[in-house]
C-alpha cells in the first residue's frame, strides 16, 4: 500500500502539471472502487484546481466550491499523459485537463476510493485524525501524553491513525529500530526520552523516505514512471533472515496488531 511518502511524493509530482489548471470533465471508467466514486465527478465540467493538498494518505483537490478527495488504496497511482495516449486496462478515472493532457488513475485491485465533499472542514473521514507526522503539533510530548496508561503494542499505537497519520508499516518498523525499542513493548511504558526520540525519528525517517520519493513497492512508481529509492535502506522492514547492519544478529518477523512487524532481537531487546 501507498503509505505517507508514497502519497506525498505523488502529490509533488502532479501539482506542476494539475494546480491551477481546468478540469474540462471527468471519466469514470470504472465507479465500483473501496467507496463508490461520487456522482459529482461526472458534473465536474470546466473547474480550475486551485490547490492539492495531503491529509494523512489522502490527496485533496481543492475547488472553489468544494474538494475532491482521493485515497489510492491498495496499488492506484497517478500519472499525466497526453490525451492521444491509449488508457490501459485498469485506468479507472481520466481527468481531462485543457491543453490536451489527462491525470490518469489506475488501480488494479480497485481499493482506492474519490469522494466529493462540500466542505473540506467537515469531511467525515478526517474527523478522527491525529495530527500530521511532520507538523509541530506531532513531538515527544504528545506522543508521551497519548501513550499514557496504553497497554497496546508500541507497534500498533504508531500506527493508530487517531494517534498520528501517516506513519504506516514500513516507518514504523524503522523507527523503531533507529531508537532501539522492540515492537511488542506497550506503549504506556514509553519513557518520555523514548517518545522524544521517536518523534525525532519519524520526522527524519519520514522526510528523507520523500526526498527520496518513497519506497519502492511492487505497485508503486512515481507519477514521472520511475520508482521510488529508499528501499536501499531499510534497516528492518522485509529482511527476516538476513542479518542486522549494527549487529549481525538475525533479523526476525512477527505479528503485531495484525501486521508482519521486523526486527532485530538483539539492538531491539524486551527489556529496553
Known sequence: MPELPEVETTRRGIAPYVEGQVIESISVRQPKLRYPVSDELTALCH????????RAKYLVFE??????????????SLRVVDSCVPALKHDHLLFHLAGGKQLRYNDPRRFGAWLWCDDIASFPLFQKLGPEPLSEAFNGAYLFAQSRKKQSAV??????N??????????????????RIHPTKAAGQLTRKQCDALAATIKTVLGNAIEQG???????IQPDGTPGY??????????AGE???????????????????????????TSR
Open 47 to 54: 473547474v480550475r484546481v486551485r490547490k492539492i493538498t495531503r
Open 63 to 76: 475547488f472553489d466550491h468544494g474538494a475532491l478527495v482521493g485515497h489510492l488504496g491498495m496499488s492506484g
Open 155 to 160: 507497534k500498533g499505537f504508531l500506527m493508530n
Open 162 to 179: 487517531a494517534v498520528v497519520v501517516g506513519v504506516g508499516n514500513i516507518y514504523a518498523n524503522e523507527s523503531l529500530f533507529l531508537c
Open 214 to 220: 518513497g519506497t519502492t513497492l511492487r505497485d508503486f
Open 230 to 239: 529508499f528501499a536501499q535502506q531499510l534497516w528492518v522492514y522485509g529482511r
Open 243 to 269: 542479518a542486522c547492519k549494527v549487529c549481525g544478529s538475525e533479523i526476525q518477523s512477527a505479528v503485531i496488531a495484525q501486521r508482519n512487524s521486523f526486527f532485530c532481537p538483539q539492538c531491539q531487546k
